[in-house]
């Protein structure tokens, strides 16, 4: 591990081990919430610049047990979660979170539970109640299904991670990222799509507005090529949702980034880079 960006550490809380990176000094800490299924170092291009002003947190979240059922890993728990790593490793203080996809409605469930605590939110590419589809369906269940059974296979999960922008990387990350068991195993992601559902509904019935605190909302404007036309009238749909979303909202800046995939944090680092120290400077000075 000695070559890659991100040095783990491991981390006791809740009942289990986790993974985590704690990175730099400031007067607030800077938490990166990973999208679903994700390492934490889809934060790697991004986590050492924030550090050079803010005490920066990334960790992976609860993995599944290797065997007997898969279990619902939702919001409630991811927050509980988050709270016994803070706890553990001594951060206090004020609190600015990052969340990617499924890990901005996290961070949303999050402040939710603890307004007072967190002062800025950075939204990357991040899942919406209101997007069509979000909610998982018996079909998608079956193909999300499906799909993990091929992170077992290496050529393949190594493709995957590729066409999701982990190619830009360097090697040693991408070979690490690349082994990680619980990614080739699957049930983790698999136990994090099972509480989707019941996580945002009970998210747009307790929490439908954004924060009240300054918030970035970044969205994929796609890769050139294929897929970004065939993505074309999605990533339309999205932005309709999040418009809506924050219309009228003096506090929140909506950001379409151009050339870059679901990963933002990959494809164009320093637009996550700018928008989270904007954030973290506007809720230093209030």
């Given amino acids: 591990m000695d070559s890659t960006l991100l040095q783990r ?23 990166f919430v990973n999208g679903l299924g994700s390492p934490l170092e889809e934060w790697a291009l991004v986590a050492p610049a924030i550090a050079e002003h803010s005490r920066v947190l990334c960790y992976d979240r609860r993995s ?3 065997r007997g059922p898969v279990p619902v890993h939702g919001a409630a728990q991811m927050i509980s979660d988050l709270d016994a790593i803070l706890t ?5 203080g004020p609190l600015v ?21 967190v002062k800025g939110v950075v939204l990357v590419d991040a899942s919406h109640e209101n997007i069509r589809g979000m909610m998982p369906t018996r079909f998608s269940k079956v193909l999300y299904t499906a799909s993990g059974t ?26 690490f990222v690349g082994r990680l068991p619980w990614m080739a195993e699957g049930r983790t992601s698999r ?3 099972a509480g989707i559902g019941p996580s945002l509904t009970e998210l747009a019935q307790t929490a439908p507005d954004l924060p ?49 995939g679901h990963y933002i944090s990959l494809d ?12 973290a400077k506007v809720s230093i000075a209030s």
């Avoid at 091929?150 to 070979?175: D, I, W």
């Fill in 191 to 193: 136990a994090e799509y």
């Fill in 64 to 66: 599944a047990p290797r």
């Fill in 212 to 260: 009240p605190v300054p918030t970035r909302v970044l969205l994929a404007g796609g890769r050139p090529g294929l897929m970004m036309k065939l993505g074309a009238q999605q990533i339309a749909a999205i932005r309709s949702v999040w418009d809506r979303a924050v219309a009228g909202r003096a506090d929140v800046e909506l950001e379409v980034v151009e050339g870059a």
């Fill in 150 to 175: 091929m992170l077992r296979v290496g050529p393949l999960r190594r493709r995957l991670l590729g066409s999701l922008g982990f190619e830009h990387l360097p090697a040693a990350e991408q070979r």
């Fill in 9 to 31: 550490q491991p981390v006791e809380a809740a009942g289990t081990t986790f993974d985590a990176v704690l990175l730099g000094e400031g007067p607030l800490t800077v938490v």
């Fill in 268 to 279: 164009r680092p320093q637009a996550v880079i700018d928008a989270v120290s904007d954030v």
């Fill in 97 to 117: 979170l990052v969340g990617h996809s499924w890990g901005g409605a996290v961070v949303r469930s999050y402040v939710a539970a603890h307004p007072d605590r």
């Fill in 88 to 92: 553990a490793l001594d951060v206090t």
